[in-house]
Every structure is written in structure tokens, then in C-alpha cells.
């Protein structure tokens, strides 16, 4: 033999190679046939001969398999045999029985088999332990023993560039030493497996045996032989099909899709390296029979390219099979391959294309808060959420939006996320899968919102569906703030059912029923209100417009926003009123509301309080403003330095405010988040604001003396409230209510059926039932509509006064004439029936068409217009230039109605497109944003979607949700909540000095210009000195402006439209019609005196009872010949009231809607009268003058 030295360059290998071939040609065929291709050196001993032991290694796998196959059958033989013999010696037994000696055989066969199986089966279980995934032992060796796997493949992929054959040395070989240490772990963990396996059999035809049996054995083998055989190492492939189950014991894999994928992928990739190592043996060694002289050399992963292009089925022929044993294996191969390639390829390429494209984990990012945004993601409502969130507005806004929904976006919301990339992220996924609540980081996460698909067919069922994500939120992360929209009123009480709900940590549900019908109830008060508030709210840039039109000075109005800031130190101990003028007047900002938290109350909101509060250090105060830079003004002014500035631009941080604050710097208290996206401090102590108990206010002690044992209102004092009513009491047929002469009511047309969904009338009532009205100011309510719809509803509606039911359809004239539609305050058009609709421009179509059936509607006047001259006048509204028509004392008379078209109506609309149909003489273009359309801003339309600003406005700013709420509802507080989620009415309560203190509360009202105390600012005076004389006078505060939508040409116009403007400048001109909107105080002596209707105040509501603080009529100088006017009419009203001979409203609760004898013509006469003088919603009660603060 021909020694061969070895190799020192990296083309040893190769040169090896090529010796081996050159040997064996040149030698002679004896020896050609003893097959010398070893290579062997000197340092490494091997056979002298040359000759190939692949059988030796070949060998050791084929009789440990078959061996130990052997003596598991053999094992299982002789125990069959065993239990047929015990069996048999059984029933021999049984025939000569020997009881005591049966039981004594009986008893130690027991003990035996008790000992055997307890020993046994503690090992078993043992291993069965050591083995499980189950156990963090069992995890980590079935982990371990993969990864050794792999490590063992990759030892083969190093030893496949080698010959088949070769001798080598274990003490040098260090590849050979590691793999020697993985066989052996291998073999102890066989040996784990085959004691925990029940069926050794099974047990011993599993693919991992076999791998086993191929593999260990022939590397002890190596050793013995100084030799090493690639042999059948490349089983160790096979291994990688338990892939997928060990990325599950990692927690890893969790979808089923991906669990899918993966296996997928290990059983291709496993089979396609299987195949490979075969095909490598086999032309790398050659055929037996041929003696291996058809071998020829191929790297293993040039047989792994050929295994592809076969089963691709593509066949390049560049390299191919030339053994025997190669082509047949190739044969069959192509047969299972080719199906498997076909099969498996276009699932993987499936699974992966179906990969959810959002299904991603997100990356919190440092000093960057982010919030959860889930429910219905749709392009319009996650557009209306971004425009309002991201309002450049809001100043800077650092926080990221995360949307997480169950659906992927399509294209239009796509691009939408692409254009925000920098701050919107979406996700693929469920809130109501935990897994998908760790994606987001929820935990981590700001507060998380839900919004709500206001157009579902079924809002319980949405409703209940977004209580279902609240409850898998918390149960998650109970502390994760939660703000979420609600459909219905009454499913707000489920929210209280969860525990970690918790409305003071700042959990908060937006109700939009309540809110929308809260926000309707007020137009019925102060029309045009509902707009006022909805743009306050929402964050609107200003669009500034040359021309002199209503449009101009409504958009400046609309550019105002309400913010919070805290107040500074400056203006400790000045009174509400003294804060609000300074900070109206020099810092250009409107006050209207502030937050305190005593020691004996918890934390409310106060809006106007009065003159009564004093401010302590850390007040908040709520404002109206432009932007949230010009707020800071309230924190940095400060007298010493900004008391000479006339700029409020030029008031900044001054010296001594930072020294204030770092005195106070101690004293901080955790951060409280403001609307803009900031965060401020406040003080640790909570805010003690000085407010005297309402009874003991100066004129409190002529208070109304109220009998503890009636119950007039609620158990909370804040509505009024009467024993309930059966429906068959408050029902009028038409000719019922055309006697009944209604006038100043409220009516509401509603559609809906038997089948409607409940839109939660009592939301609609309670503010026009808040306890801060007195009795005989109360708007009757007269609902039009199904009754079998009414009679749903009524369950909530039966505890309150002056409401009844006429059946029938808002469409019939006939119904609308029975309720005297023409001298209503309002009428208000609702409908249950809107989103039953697929087509959305049809969801509106039954409001649109009762708007305008009542705006054609035409009114004979001629009785009322001779009655009125026979006395001597002519209605006011005939002849504005004659100042004996003007209204006196600030009241408004609304002009006899003799069209439809002027009868005051609030639109309730679900699609917002719809608004261009309610107006026929407007130029609203289709296209045109809701807050920007004529119906709009003259508050006669309303949308639910202006309610989605409250969203971010909540997120940012809490409180601002507490002053809507307490403006538009009436009073609701959390507690009134759970009592009516306990027993969904109001309860009665006794007057106590407790609950009568809660009707001292400011409410809305309209303030005529046209006469009374400010006739003198009404014609070209400035809205600032307005503003300042009534605050002042009458501790009212005035922030806006319902004006004539042609006011601004000059000249006299038939148009009766108003729109709203919303906090005026100071130098703005007010003129003459302009009605202002105001926050009035309570009188408490207005209600003092119960008298009739036929001789007081029901027909004029506002009208000063004797005991009221009057104006002196000093003050009104040149009025003495209008008020002998409205004297003279009033006692022409008088007179026709006692011709009838019937009180139609006392203050007494019980009589709501007497019937009157009258013919129709007489009360249609009588009526006529009457609304040539009544008072409607746009009226400032009684009047009454404050004290000067001292």
C-alpha cells in the first residue's frame, strides 16, 4: 500500500481525493476488487490492507434494531404464554376449591403484584416526568436534546466534504469527540423514552428510534475501528419535524395557522435533507454488486439541488444519479416528492400570503405614552377620531394611537394610516383575545378607547358587545383607564356590574343617546344651544372670511374650544364674578365653570357659582378659549407684573411666578392631564373653595316653604317628580287636545313601532324637568307618535309631570293642528327607526319629510289679528320701527306664527349628508361638513355625529365630560346612575333643607335685547360692556350670541333664521333683535306664589313674581307707556282666561292637562291671543339684583 502523507494545505482534501483515484486505477484488478480507497497516515493507524468496513457499521444498527425488536417479541410472547398457563391452573383451582388456601395463595400473589407494580410504576412515571414538556425538567430536555439534534446535522454537513470513509484517531479528532458526546446523551435519553413508554413495541418503530438506532451505534463503532462512516447520520433530519412542537413548549407558536406553517415547513425541509444524505452515500460509495467502481463524487449540497429540481419536477440534467441504487431510490422518490412538492409548497405559499399583514407586536417607545383605539374601525370613524385627536389645536400631542380590530383595513383606511405613520399604528387582532391585548402593550398602554358603530341595527347588541371588550380589557389590565361609547342610557348600568370599573379613576362611558337628547332637550330651552355646544367641544380650525356675511362671524365662533388651566395665585380670594371680568377683559379668556373639592364634598364642578365662591390656591378652571396657548394666560398672570399690559399676548411666565412655584414645588401633586396633550401639577391639597351653604345665602330666607311630606322631587333634588301615572291618564284624542289650548309646550314627533329599538326618551325630559325650573316654569311635553312605541317608553316617563300622549303619526297635519304645533316653544323630530336601513341617504327619510310637511303647514291668524286691533295694538313683530310694540323687561314675545316655516324645529339626522334636504332656500353644497351648513348653525339640525369629538376630549380632559354632562343632562351625577340602574325610575323624595340646597344650580336662558335692562346695549353697544353689566348686576354670565341670519345687511328681512355666535370679542356690536345665550342663577323667589294660569304667569313663564327683587323703574326711563301696553293686554288675556272659566295649570303637580268644554273655534281664538303675548324658550326668567361684593 501507498502511503499517504497528509495534507497541510486547504487542498489536502482534494489531493487526497485524486490519489485515491489514481491508486486504485493503477492497481492491479486483485486488488481493485478488496476495494483500497482508505486513506489512512501514520499517526492514525488503520487497516494495512485498505479494505472498507462500511458493513461493520452497518451491522451495529441492524442488530441493536433487530435485536431489540427480537426481544421485545419474545418478551411479549412468553408473557402471553405465562397468563394462558395461570389462566388454566385458575380454573383447576376453581374445581377443587380450598378455601383456605385459595385466600392464602390470593392474598401473596397480591402483596406481589402490588410491590411489583409500585416500584415499576414509580420509575415509570419518573421518566415519564424527566420526558414531559409539562415540567420546566421535562421542557428543557426535550429542548436540549433538539438542539444536540441539529448539532449533530450540522457535524454532518462538516463531514460530508470528506470521503465516505476514512481511518481517523479519537483522541485528535475533535469533531469525533463531540459527536461521540451528543450519541451518548442521545442514548440516555433513548433510554428515558423507553422506560415511559406504555407499548415498547411502538415504542421501537417510531421514527426517532430508528434515527437513533443508525446514528448511536455507529459512532461507538468509529471508535473501536479508528475509522469513521458518514454512512446514515444524515437521519438526524428527521429531527427537525419536531420543530413545531418544540417552538409550542417555548410558548412561541400559539395561532393555529403558524403552528400549521411551521409544520409545513420541518416535514418538506426534513424529507428534501433526508433524501439528500441518501442520494450523497449512495453515488459518493457506489453500488455493491458493481464492487463500488461506479461511484462518482458529489457534495452533499449539489444533491440537495438535485433532490429539488426533481421534485419541482424541472430535471436541468446537469447532475444526476449514476448508481444503481441512486436511480431506483430516485424512482419512488419522485413519486412521494413530486406530491409532497405539490401539496405542501402551495399551502406554504398560501399560509404565508394569508399572514396577517398586521400581525405584529408593538414597540413601545421611550418617553412616548400610546393609547388603544378598538370597536368599530371603519374610514369614517377612525377619520373623525384622527382629525379631532391630532387638531393641531391641542398644541403638541405626544402620544402614539394604536388601533386594534379583528378585520385588516381596506385600501382607503390603509393609506389613511399611512398618511399619520408617524403617530397611528394598526394591528391585526382581538380585544377579547388575550394574546392580542399583550400585542398592543395594553398594560403599558394610557387608557384604551372603544368606539361605538352608532348606525348598527341593534344597539343593545352593540352596546353589549362593547361591554364584552371593557370586561376582557379588565380582566387583563384592571387598572387601564377605559373611555367608551354607548348607544343606550340603560346599558350604562351593566358597566357598573364590573368590578374594576371605576368612574374616579377615570374610567368614563359616553353615552350617546344621552348626550344627544340631553343636547336636543336644551335647544328646547335656549334654541340654537345644541350647536353652541357641539362646536365648543369639537376641535375646529378658523377659517377666516372677508365678506361681510353671517358665515363670518358664525366660523370665529366656531374656532373656540373649551380648555382647562389652573388659576394662579393672583387671584386668591376674588370672587367667581371679579375673575371671570378680569380674566374676560384683560386676558381675553372666558371663565365659565371651576372645579372644587372640599373637605366635606367630593369633587364637583360649579358652573357660574356666583359671588359667594372665593378661590384658594390650585382652582381649575374650565374656559373658552381659541387654542390652548392662549389659557396659559389664567396660570402665568400675575398682578405685580401684567396689571399695566394691554396686550394679552404680551403675558408670560414672569420671575416671580417661578419663584412662587418653587416654593410650591414640594407640594406637587401627581400629574393631571389637560386637554392640550400636556400634563400639569397641582397642588397635593385639594382645591378648598369657600362656599357657603346655599340656605344661608342672602335672600334664601324667603325661600318657598315646602311641605316635607309631598314629594315634589326626585330622592336626589335634582328633578322634579310625581307619583307614577298609567298611560291611559296622560292620553289625548285630537279634539282632547284641542281644547286643551297648548301653548309655550314642547312637541315631539317621534317614529317608531312595537319593533323600533328604544332611543331612551327620559334622556329627553330630565333636563326639561330639572329641579332648578320652579313647577309653573316647566314646558309641557306633548309626545306625537305609535303607541304601541309610547308604551315601551313609558315605563321611564311616568314619574314626571306635564306629559302626555297623543296617538298618531307625526306625518297627519290633523295631530300636529291638535297640538297647536304653531305655539309650541319647540318641536323636536326623532325617529327609532334610522338605522333599519341599509341605504344610508333613506336612514333620515321620515325626519326629513315631518320637518317639512310642518314648515308648509299654513295657520289662519285673521281671529287673533281682529282681537288684537279691536284693542287697540298690533302684534309685536308687525311693526318692529314702533317702539309701543317692543317687549318689556327683557322678556321675548315671539311673533304670531302663521307659517310652519317659522315655527322653532330640531331635526334629529343620523347621516350627516342629509342636512342639504331640511333647508330648501339654503346654497349648502352636498359635500359640505355638517358644522359648516345653515341647518346647523342655526340649531335646527342635529347629528350624533358631532358626539364623536368627545372622544379625544375626554381622553385629554375628563372634566370636560363633567360639565357637558352637568349642562345637557339636567344634573345626572354617578350616583343618580346607580340608583337607576337599580331600579330604572326615579324615586320620590321628601323636600329636605338637603335636597331643596341642590336646586341652587345655574341653568341656560336666553336674554333679549330689545327692551328691559339692557335695551340701552341693545342698539350698537359693545357685547363686552353687556357682558360686564350682567355680570355684575346680575351675577350672569353671557357667552354667545343668537343673532337674525340677516342682521348684518341693515335692512329690514322677513327671515326669521338665527345662527349662533359663540364668545364674541369684547368690541363686538350688538344690535337690537339678538337674543344672548347666559348662565343664569337661581331665583328662589320666583316660585314663592302658586297661582293659575288665567291670572299669572303661565302664559309669560319669566314674568317677576310680586316678591321678586324688581327692577326699579328708575332704570328704565321712557318705558312708562309700554308698560301701560303690556298692561292693558295682560288684562285682555285675563279677561278671555276667566270667560273660560277653567285653570289649566296650577303649581300643584296633580292637574297636568285638564280638558277644556271650549268649542275648537273658541280655543283657537283664545289661543291666537295668547301666543301674541307669550314668553317661549328664549326668555331670561325674573330678574334679580345682586349685592355688590364689598
Given at each position: 500500500?501507498?502511503?499517504?502523507?497528509?495534507?497541510?494545505?486547504?487542498?489536502?482534501?482534494?489531493?487526497?481525493?485524486?490519489?485515491?483515484?489514481?491508486?486504485?486505477?493503477?492497481?492491479?484488478?486483485?486488488?481493485?476488487?478488496?476495494?483500497?480507497?482508505?486513506?489512512?497516515?501514520?499517526?492514525?493507524?488503520?487497516d494495512p490492507?485498505?479494505?472498507?468496513?462500511?458493513?461493520?457499521?452497518?451491522?451495529?444498527?441492524?442488530?441493536?434494531?433487530?435485536?431489540?425488536l427480537?426481544?421485545?417479541?419474545?418478551?411479549?410472547?412468553l408473557?402471553?404464554?405465562?397468563?394462558?398457563?395461570?389462566?388454566?391452573?385458575?380454573?383447576?383451582?376453581?374445581?377443587r376449591?380450598?378455601t383456605?388456601?385459595?385466600?392464602?395463595?390470593?392474598d401473596?400473589?397480591?402483596e406481589?403484584?402490588?410491590?411489583e407494580?409500585g416500584w415499576m410504576?414509580?420509575?415509570?412515571?419518573?421518566?415519564?416526568?424527566m420526558?414531559?414538556?409539562?415540567?420546566?425538567?421535562?421542557r428543557?430536555?426535550?429542548?436540549?436534546?433538539?438542539?444536540?439534534?441539529?448539532?449533530?446535522?450540522?457535524?454532518?454537513f462538516?463531514?460530508?466534504?470528506?470521503p465516505?470513509?476514512s481511518?481517523?484517531?479519537f483522541?485528535?479528532?475533535?469533531?469525533?469527540?463531540?459527536?461521540?458526546?451528543?450519541?451518548?446523551?442521545?442514548?440516555?435519553?433513548?433510554?428515558?423514552?423507553?422506560i415511559?413508554?406504555?407499548?415498547?413495541?411502538?415504542?421501537?418503530l417510531?421514527?426517532?428510534?430508528?434515527v437513533?438506532?443508525?446514528?448511536?451505534p455507529p459512532v461507538?463503532?468509529?471508535?473501536?475501528?479508528?475509522?469513521?462512516?458518514?454512512?446514515?447520520?444524515?437521519?438526524?433530519?428527521?429531527?427537525?419535524?419536531?420543530?413545531?412542537?418544540?417552538?409550542?413548549?417555548?410558548?412561541?407558536?400559539?395561532?393555529?395557522?403558524?403552528?400549521?406553517?411551521?409544520?409545513?415547513?420541518?416535514?418538506?425541509?426534513?424529507?428534501?435533507?433526508?433524501?439528500a444524505?441518501?442520494?450523497?452515500?449512495?453515488?459518493n460509495s457506489?453500488d455493491?454488486w458493481e464492487?463500488?467502481?461506479?461511484?462518482?463524487?458529489?457534495?452533499?449540497?449539489?444533491?440537495?439541488?438535485?433532490?429539488?429540481?426533481?421534485?419541482?419536477?424541472?430535471?436541468?440534467?446537469?447532475?444526476?444519479?449514476?448508481t444503481?441504487?441512486?436511480?431506483?431510490?430516485?424512482?419512488?422518490?419522485?413519486?412521494?416528492?413530486?406530491?409532497m412538492?405539490?401539496?405542501?409548497?402551495?399551502?406554504i405559499?398560501?399560509?404565508?400570503?394569508?399572514r396577517?399583514?398586521?400581525?405584529?407586536?408593538?414597540?413601545?417607545?421611550?418617553?412616548?405614552?400610546?393609547?388603544?383605539v378598538?370597536?368599530?374601525?371603519?374610514?369614517?370613524?377612525?377619520?373623525?377620531?384622527?382629525?379631532?385627536?391630532?387638531?393641531?389645536?391641542?398644541?403638541?400631542v405626544?402620544v402614539?394611537i394604536?388601533?386594534?380590530?379583528?378585520?385588516?383595513?381596506?385600501?382607503?383606511?390603509?393609506?389613511?394610516?399611512?398618511r399619520h405613520?408617524?403617530?397611528v399604528?394598526?394591528?391585526?387582532?382581538?380585544?377579547?383575545?388575550?394574546?392580542?391585548l399583550?400585542?398592543?402593550k395594553?398594560?403599558?398602554?394610557?387608557?384604551?378607547?372603544?368606539?361605538?358603530?352608532?348606525?348598527?341595527?341593534?344597539?343593545?347588541?352593540?352596546?353589549?358587545?362593547?361591554?364584552?371588550?371593557?370586561?376582557?380589557?379588565?380582566?387583563?389590565?384592571?387598572?387601564?383607564?377605559?373611555?367608551?361609547?354607548?348607544?343606550?342610557?340603560?346599558?350604562?348600568?351593566?358597566?357598573?356590574?364590573?368590578?374594576?370599573?371605576?368612574?374616579?379613576?377615570?374610567?368614563?362611558?359616553?353615552c350617546?343617546?344621552?348626550?344627544?337628547?340631553?343636547?336636543?332637550?336644551?335647544?328646547?330651552?335656549?334654541?340654537?344651544?345644541s350647536?353652541?355646544?357641539?362646536?365648543?367641544?369639537?376641535?375646529?380650525?378658523?377659517?377666516?372670511?372677508?365678506?361681510?356675511?353671517?358665515q363670518?362671524?358664525?366660523?370665529?365662533?366656531?374656532?373656540?374650544?373649551?380648555?382647562?388651566?389652573?388659576?394662579?395665585?393672583?387671584?386668591?380670594?376674588?370672587?367667581?364674578?371679579?375673575?371671570?371680568?378680569?380674566?374676560?377683559?384683560?386676558?381675553?379668556?372666558l371663565?365659565?365653570?371651576?372645579?372644587y373639592?372640599?373637605?366635606?364634598?367630593?369633587?364637583?364642578?360649579?358652573?357660574?357659582?356666583?359671588?359667594h365662591?372665593k378661590?384658594?390656591?390650585?382652582t381649575?378652571?374650565?374656559?373658552?378659549?381659541?387654542?390652548?396657548?392662549?389659557?396659559?394666560r389664567?396660570?402665568?398672570?400675575?398682578?405685580?407684573?401684567?396689571d399695566?399690559?394691554?396686550?394679552?399676548?404680551r403675558?408670560?411666565?414672569?420671575?416671580?411666578?417661578?419663584?412662587?412655584?418653587e416654593e410650591?414645588?414640594?407640594?406637587l401633586?401627581?400629574?393631571?392631564?389637560?386637554?392640550?396633550?400636556g400634563?400639569?401639577t397641582?397642588?397635593?391639597?385639594?382645591p378648598?373653595?369657600?362656599?357657603?351653604?346655599?340656605?344661608?345665602?342672602?335672600?334664601?330666607?324667603q325661600?318657598e316653604?315646602?311641605?316635607?311630606?309631598?314629594?315634589?322631587?326626585d330622592?336626589?333634588?335634582?328633578?322634579?317628580?310625581?307619583p307614577?301615572?298609567?298611560?291611559?291618564?296622560?292620553?289625548?284624542?285630537?279634539?282632547?287636545?284641542?281644547?286643551?289650548?297648548?301653548?309655550?309646550?314642547?312637541?315631539v314627533?317621534?317614529?317608531?313601532?312595537?319593533?323600533?329599538a328604544?332611543?331612551?326618551?327620559?334622556?329627553?325630559?330630565?333636563?326639561?324637568?330639572a329641579?332648578?325650573?320652579?313647577?309653573h316654569?316647566?314646558?309641557?311635553?306633548?309626545?306625537?307618535g305609535?303607541?304601541e312605541?309610547?308604551?315601551?317608553?313609558?315605563e321611564?316617563?311616568h314619574?314626571?309631570?306635564?306629559?302626555?300622549?297623543?296617538?298618531?303619526?307625526p306625518?297627519?297635519?290633523?295631530?300636529l293642528?291638535?297640538?297647536?304645533?304653531?305655539?309650541?316653544?319647540m318641536?323636536?323630530?326623532?325617529?327609532?327607526?334610522?338605522?333599519?336601513?341599509?341605504?344610508?341617504?333613506?336612514q333620515?327619510k321620515?325626519?326629513?319629510?315631518?320637518?317639512?310637511?310642518?314648515?308648509?303647514m299654513?295657520?289662519?291668524?285673521?281671529?287673533?289679528?281682529?282681537?288684537?286691533?279691536?284693542?287697540?295694538?298690533?302684534?309685536?313683530?308687525?311693526?318692529r320701527?314702533?317702539?309701543?310694540?317692543?317687549?318689556v323687561?327683557?322678556?321675548?314675545?315671539?311673533?304670531?306664527?302663521?307659517?310652519?316655516?317659522?315655527?322653532?324645529?330640531?331635526t334629529?339626522?343620523?347621516?350627516?349628508?342629509?342636512?342639504?334636504?331640511?333647508?330648501?332656500?339654503?346654497?349648502?353644497?352636498p359635500?359640505?361638513?355638517?358644522?359648516l351648513?345653515?341647518?346647523?348653525?342655526?340649531?335646527t339640525?342635529?347629528?350624533?355625529s358631532?358626539?364623536?369629538?368627545l372622544?379625544?376630549a375626554?381622553?385629554?380632559?375628563d372634566?370636560?365630560?363633567?360639565?357637558?354632562?352637568?349642562l345637557?343632562?339636567?344634573?345626572?351625577?354617578p350616583?343618580?346612575?346607580?340608583?337607576?340602574?337599580?331600579e330604572n325610575?326615579?324615586?320620590?323624595?321628601?323636600?329636605?333643607p338637603?335636597?331643596?340646597?341642590?336646586?341652587?344650580?345655574?341653568?341656560v336662558?336666553?336674554l333679549?335685547l330689545?327692551?328691559?335692562?339692557?335695551?340701552?346695549?341693545?342698539?350698537?353697544?359693545?357685547?363686552?360692556?353687556?357682558?360686564c353689566?350682567?355680570?355684575?348686576?346680575?351675577?350672569?354670565?353671557?357667552?354667545?350670541?343668537?343673532?337674525?341670519?340677516?342682521?348684518?345687511?341693515?335692512?329690514?328681512?322677513?327671515?326669521?333664521?338665527?345662527?349662533v355666535?359663540t364668545?364674541?370679542?369684547?368690541?363686538?356690536?350688538?344690535?337690537?333683535?339678538?337674543?344672548?345665550?347666559?348662565?343664569?342663577?337661581f331665583d328662589?323667589?320666583?316660585?314663592?306664589?302658586?297661582?293659575?294660569?288665567?291670572?299669572?304667569?303661565?302664559f309669560?313663564?319669566?314674568?317677576?313674581?310680586?316678591?321678586?327683587?324688581s327692577i326699579?323703574?328708575?332704570?328704565?326711563?321712557?318705558?312708562s307707556?309700554?308698560?301701560?301696553?303690556?298692561?292693558?293686554?295682560?288684562r285682555?288675556?285675563?279677561?278671555?282666561?276667566?270667560?273660560?272659566?277653567?285653570?289649566w295649570?296650577?303649581?300643584?303637580?296633580?292637574?297636568?292637562?285638564?280638558?277644556?268644554?271650549?268649542?275648537?273655534?273658541?280655543?283657537?281664538?283664545t289661543?291666537?291671543?295668547?301666543?301674541?303675548?307669550?314668553?317661549?324658550?328664549?326668555?331670561i326668567?325674573?330678574?334679580?339684583?345682586?349685592?355688590?361684593?364689598?
Open positions: 500500500m501507498l502511503p499517504i502523507e497528509e495534507a497541510e494545505d486547504d487542498d489536502g482534501d482534494e489531493k487526497l481525493l485524486s490519489t485515491i483515484m489514481t491508486f486504485q486505477l493503477a492497481a492491479p484488478s486483485s486488488v481493485r476488487n478488496m476495494d483500497v480507497i482508505i486513506p489512512y497516515t501514520n499517526d492514525v493507524p488503520c490492507r485498505g479494505q472498507r468496513m462500511w458493513w461493520a457499521f452497518l451491522a451495529s444498527s441492524m442488530v441493536t434494531f433487530f435485536g431489540g427480537f426481544i421485545i417479541l419474545l418478551w411479549r410472547t408473557k402471553y404464554l405465562w397468563t394462558v398457563c395461570c389462566h388454566c391452573k385458575g380454573k383447576k383451582k376453581v374445581k376449591p380450598n383456605l388456601q385459595a385466600d392464602w395463595l390470593r401473596r400473589e397480591a406481589a403484584v402490588v410491590s407494580v410504576t414509580s420509575v415509570k412515571d419518573w421518566a415519564g416526568v420526558i414531559s414538556a409539562q415540567t420546566l425538567t421535562g428543557v430536555l426535550v429542548v436540549l436534546v433538539f438542539a444536540l439534534s441539529i448539532g449533530a446535522l450540522v457535524i454532518y462538516t463531514d460530508s466534504s470528506k465516505i470513509e481511518c481517523q484517531h483522541d485528535k479528532d475533535y469533531w469525533l469527540q463531540i459527536d461521540m458526546a451528543f450519541n451518548v446523551f442521545f442514548l440516555l435519553y433513548f433510554g428515558l423514552r423507553f415511559a413508554a406504555n407499548d415498547k413495541l411502538w415504542f421501537w417510531e421514527v426517532n428510534s430508528v437513533d438506532f443508525f446514528t448511536v461507538f463503532v468509529s471508535v473501536y475501528l479508528n475509522r469513521s462512516w458518514l454512512g446514515l447520520r444524515f437521519l438526524r433530519a428527521l429531527r427537525l419535524i419536531q420543530f413545531s412542537e418544540i417552538l409550542q413548549f417555548l410558548n412561541i407558536l400559539k395561532t393555529s395557522n403558524s403552528i400549521k406553517l411551521v409544520n409545513l415547513c420541518s416535514i418538506f425541509i426534513s424529507t428534501w435533507l433526508t433524501a444524505g441518501f442520494i450523497h452515500l449512495v453515488e457506489g455493491p464492487n463500488f467502481q461506479n461511484s462518482q463524487p458529489l457534495s452533499y449540497w449539489e444533491c440537495v439541488y438535485l433532490l429539488m429540481v426533481t421534485m419541482s419536477t424541472v430535471g436541468y440534467g446537469d447532475v444526476c444519479a449514476k444503481t441504487l441512486g436511480r431506483l431510490f430516485m424512482v419512488f422518490f419522485i413519486l412521494g416528492g413530486l406530491a412538492f405539490a401539496s405542501y409548497v402551495p399551502e405559499i398560501e399560509l404565508i400570503g394569508n396577517k399583514k398586521y400581525g405584529g407586536s408593538y414597540s413601545a417607545v421611550n418617553g412616548r405614552k400610546h393609547i388603544v378598538c370597536g368599530h374601525i371603519t374610514l369614517e370613524s377612525v377619520s373623525n377620531f384622527l382629525k379631532d385627536f391630532l387638531h393641531k389645536d391641542r398644541d403638541d405626544n402614539e394604536v388601533f386594534l380590530h379583528n378585520i385588516s383595513p381596506n385600501l382607503e383606511l390603509e393609506a389613511l394610516f399611512k405613520f408617524t403617530q399604528e394598526f394591528y391585526q387582532g382581538s380585544v377579547l383575545n388575550p394574546h392580542d399583550a400585542r398592543v395594553i398594560e403599558s398602554a394610557d387608557a384604551c378607547l372603544i368606539l361605538a358603530n352608532k348606525y348598527c341595527a341593534d344597539p343593545d347588541a352593540e352596546d353589549a358587545s362593547n361591554i364584552m371588550r371593557v370586561i376582557s380589557i379588565k380582566n387583563y389590565h384592571p387598572k387601564i383607564r377605559i373611555i367608551t361609547q354607548m348607544l343606550q342610557y340603560h346599558n350604562k348600568a351593566h358597566l357598573l356590574n364590573i368590578p374594576s370599573w371605576n368612574w374616579k379613576e377615570g374610567d368614563d362611558a359616553i350617546l343617546a344621552e348626550l344627544k337628547l340631553g343636547f336636543i332637550a336644551q335647544s328646547c330651552l335656549a334654541q340654537g344651544l350647536t353652541m355646544l357641539a362646536n365648543l367641544f369639537s376641535m375646529r380650525s378658523y377659517i377666516k372670511i372677508e365678506e361681510d356675511t353671517w363670518k362671524y358664525y366660523l370665529e365662533g366656531v374656532a373656540n374650544e373649551m380648555y382647562t388651566e389652573y388659576l394662579s395665585s393672583a387671584f386668591v380670594g376674588l370672587s367667581f364674578p371679579t375673575i371671570c371680568e378680569l380674566c374676560y377683559v384683560k386676558l381675553k379668556l371663565l365659565i365653570a371651576i372645579e373639592k372640599s373637605d366635606q364634598r367630593e369633587c364637583s364642578t360649579l358652573i357660574n357659582p356666583g359671588n365662591v378661590m384658594q390656591e390650585g381649575l378652571g374650565f374656559f373658552i378659549a381659541s387654542d390652548a396657548k392662549e389659557v396659559k389664567a396660570l402665568f398672570y400675575c398682578k405685580a407684573c401684567h399695566d399690559i394691554t396686550d394679552p399676548k403675558i408670560k411666565k414672569c420671575g416671580c411666578k417661578r419663584i412662587v412655584e410650591q414645588q414640594s407640594a401633586s401627581p400629574k393631571k392631564k389637560q386637554r392640550n396633550g400634563m400639569r397641582s397642588p397635593t391639597c385639594s378648598k373653595i369657600i362656599r357657603h351653604d346655599p340656605l344661608l345665602v342672602p335672600g334664601h330666607d325661600m316653604t315646602m311641605d316635607e311630606n309631598i314629594k315634589k322631587y330622592s336626589t333634588g335634582m328633578f322634579h317628580w310625581c307614577s301615572k298609567d298611560i291611559e291618564k296622560v292620553m289625548l284624542t285630537r279634539s282632547e287636545a284641542a281644547m286643551t289650548v297648548l301653548s309655550g309646550h314642547v312637541v314627533c317621534i317614529f317608531g313601532d312595537v319593533k323600533s328604544l332611543i331612551g326618551l327620559r334622556n329627553l325630559v330630565m333636563p326639561l324637568r329641579s332648578n325650573f320652579h313647577y316654569e316647566l314646558k309641557p311635553i306633548v309626545f306625537v305609535s303607541l312605541y309610547l308604551k315601551r317608553e313609558w321611564t316617563l314619574n314626571f309631570p306635564k306629559v302626555s300622549i297623543l296617538p298618531g303619526t306625518l297627519s297635519r290633523a295631530d293642528r291638535a297640538v297647536n304645533i304653531n305655539l309650541c316653544d318641536c323636536v323630530i326623532l325617529s327609532a327607526n334610522q338605522n333599519n336601513i341599509d341605504d344610508a341617504s333613506l333620515d321620515e325626519c326629513i319629510l315631518a320637518s317639512l310637511n310642518i314648515k308648509s299654513q295657520f289662519d291668524d285673521s281671529i287673533g289679528l281682529l282681537q288684537a286691533n279691536s284693542q287697540g295694538f298690533t302684534p309685536p313683530g308687525m311693526d320701527s314702533s317702539p309701543e310694540n317692543s317687549p323687561h327683557g322678556l321675548v314675545r315671539q311673533v304670531s306664527i302663521t307659517t310652519g316655516a317659522n315655527i322653532p324645529i330640531i334629529e339626522l343620523v347621516n350627516d349628508s342629509n342636512v342639504q334636504f331640511l333647508d330648501q332656500d339654503d346654497d349648502d353644497d359635500d359640505t361638513e355638517l358644522y351648513t345653515q341647518p346647523f348653525a342655526c340649531g339640525a342635529f347629528a350624533v358631532v358626539l364623536d369629538s372622544m379625544s375626554t381622553y385629554f380632559n372634566n370636560i365630560l363633567t360639565l357637558i354632562r352637568t345637557v343632562t339636567g344634573g345626572a351625577t350616583e343618580l346612575e346607580g340608583l337607576l340602574a337599580e325610575a326615579l324615586r320620590g323624595g321628601y323636600s329636605t338637603q335636597t331643596l340646597a341642590n336646586r341652587d344650580r345655574c341653568r336662558a336666553q333679549a330689545y327692551d328691559g335692562p339692557f335695551a340701552d346695549l341693545g342698539d350698537g353697544g359693545c357685547y363686552g360692556d353687556l357682558f353689566k350682567a355680570l355684575k348686576t346680575y351675577n350672569m354670565l353671557c357667552f354667545g350670541i343668537y343673532r337674525l341670519r340677516d342682521a348684518h345687511l341693515g335692512a329690514p328681512s322677513q327671515c326669521t333664521k338665527r345662527y355666535i364668545n364674541p370679542p369684547y368690541n363686538f356690536e350688538l344690535v337690537p333683535t339678538d337674543l344672548i345665550f347666559c348662565l343664569m342663577q328662589h323667589n320666583a316660585g314663592q306664589t302658586r297661582t293659575n294660569l288665567s291670572s299669572h304667569s303661565t309669560c313663564p319669566s314674568k317677576k313674581s310680586p316678591s321678586a327683587h326699579p323703574s328708575s332704570a328704565r326711563p321712557g318705558r307707556r309700554s308698560r301701560d301696553l303690556r298692561d292693558k293686554q295682560k285682555t288675556v285675563n279677561d278671555v282666561n276667566h270667560s273660560a272659566d277653567k285653570n295649570y296650577t303649581d300643584e303637580p296633580e292637574n297636568c292637562f285638564p280638558r277644556n268644554t271650549q268649542s275648537k273655534h273658541t280655543s283657537t281664538h289661543a291666537n291671543q295668547i301666543n301674541q303675548f307669550k314668553s317661549t324658550s328664549n326668555i326668567q325674573p330678574i334679580r339684583e345682586v349685592e355688590e361684593e364689598p
